[in-house]
């Protein structure tokens, strides 16, 4: 009887992103919901006008670059990226015009940023060697924060430098994981962790020196990701749980005015005028956007102090609907899966823990940020990625997702081409 001959079925071909559709759609969102703030006037704002226009430019200019001389094929965080820019970017143009083009150039540079990080990332050497100059770098910047910033809001966690001033918390965020990510590669090392868990307890420390206990929060959640990574024992992750509530307890039992600024945590309506205004009002006016918004710069929540930092997702409510907020919650929601789908295939632990930390930073600080306006958890003040105004948040916000799409071989061409002939 002839044997049968079995032919290998052909791979199938996974379908390539469709990046110009999805970008034509993000530019007609952006276009449409720019309108208002240009033409709100009797007179058209140039200023905003030349700003938005640059934005866009530099948009199309990014992915038709990426395409077709980086060669890119997937693109959806760039996606993401600039529709959670440009919403940012309009809505700190309708609240405060004069911002408008600050918050530009902090995008300009943040993308700089997001193209020079992802070609540092392309190799587990230069991550190593770059290890104690990023820690070292962060530990200082920390350092000259208690030292030259000034305190704004019970905070001390700004340095001007004349006109500009920066935050060196967000800008240490990005070598938390970068020194976590390198220190951590090789399981074996043990003392690689323990310098690590030395620099992580200096930086917590220090941002509680500076009360700038929002930020402490995400280093410490994003600490409690990295550990499991590298250990794998909900046990470990229990007694550092513990460890940090006895903490926490102990900061307020020697200092009980930090235990005043929670207050009136659960009770902002008993503190209606006092303590609970910024959230009582978020509360009010983001329910009256109702599905659709009252419109961009309809709102009355932008006269609010903090209005396009930490309120910024109550405008979003009110003035672009629940269904546009619900979208930016789940555009994170998506970046966090894609993050984990992409660690599962990385080519060294460096990308895995890299990607899986700076997905759960991301989300952290998005819950804290959405959840203390609304009173589900304590008002921290921190800041909505990519959406709030801030130059040196921002730059942090592309940093993150330049971590997350170095995990994925797609992004190096060469290299993969390189893997697969190998």
């Known amino acids: 009887m002839p044997e049968k001959k079995v032919t290998a079925k052909p791979k199938k071909k996974q379908q390539p992103f ?3 559709s999805m970008l034509f759609f993000v530019s007609a969102f952006q276009i449409i919901s720019a309108l208002p703030v240009i033409f709100g006037s009797e007179e058209i704002n140039r200023e905003i006008l030349f700003t938005f226009g640059g934005f866009l430019a530099l948009e199309w200019g990014y992915f038709i670059c990426a395409r077709f001389l980086a060669e890119q094929r997937a693109t959806e965080l760039e996606i993401i990226a600039f529709m959670l820019s440009g919403i940012g970017l309009v809505t700190v143009a309708s609240v405060k015009p004069e911002y408008a083009f600050k918050q530009f150039i902090a995008i300009c540079i943040g993308l700089t940023g997001f193209i020079a990080l992802l070609g540092i990332m392309r190799n587990v050497e230069v991550i190593s060697l770059l290890r104690p100059v990023v820690a070292v770098g962060a530990v200082g910047l920390l350092g000259l924060n208690l030292v030259l910033a000034r305190t704004i809001n019970g905070a001390l966690n700004w340095i001007e430098i004349g006109s500009f001033s920066i935050q060196p ?3 240490v ?5 970068f020194v976590g990510a390198a220190s951590l590669e090789k399981l074996q090392s043990t003392r690689s ?5 030395i620099f992580s307890l200096g930086c917590i420390g220090a941002l509680f020196l500076m009360r700038d206990f929002g930020t402490a929060l995400i280093f410490f959640a994003t600490f409690m990701v990295i550990a499991f990574l590298r250990s794998g024992d909900i046990k470990t992750i229990g007694l550092l749980s513990a460890v940090a509530v006895v903490g926490a307890a102990m900061i307020i039992y020697f200092r009980p005015h930090v235990a005043s600024r929670f207050e009136t945590y659960r009770h902002v309506w008993e503190y209606a005028n006092e303590g609970g205004f ?3 009002r978020v509360l009010i006016y983001a329910s009256s956007g109702g599905l659709f918004g009252l419109g961009i710069g309809e709102g009355r929540l932008k006269n609010v102090f903090a209005s396009t930092t930490d309120l910024i997702f109550g405008i979003i409510c ?5 269904i546009v907020a619900f979208c930016v919650v789940l555009c994170f929601a998506f970046v966090a899966v894609y993050a984990l789908r992409l660690a599962r295939n990385a080519r060294s632990t460096v990308y895995t823990i890299a990607a899986v930390a700076s997905a759960a930073m991301l989300l952290v600080q998005l819950a804290l940020n959405v959840f203390g306006v609304t009173d589900l958890l304590p008002l921290t003040g921190v800041t909505l990625p990519f959406i709030s105004r801030g130059g040196t948040s921002m730059i942090c916000s592309w940093a993150l997702f330049a971590f997350i799409k170095s995990a994925d071989i797609k992004t190096y061409p060469k290299l993969e081409k390189q893997m697969d002939d190998a």
């Open 18 to 20: 469709a990046w110009v």
């Open 169 to 171: 918390s967000e800008l």
């Open 173 to 177: 965020k990005v070598a938390f994981i």
């Open 193 to 197: 962790l323990t310098k690590y868990i």
């Open 278 to 280: 910024q959230q009582t």
């Open 318 to 322: 009110e003035e672009w609907g629940m």
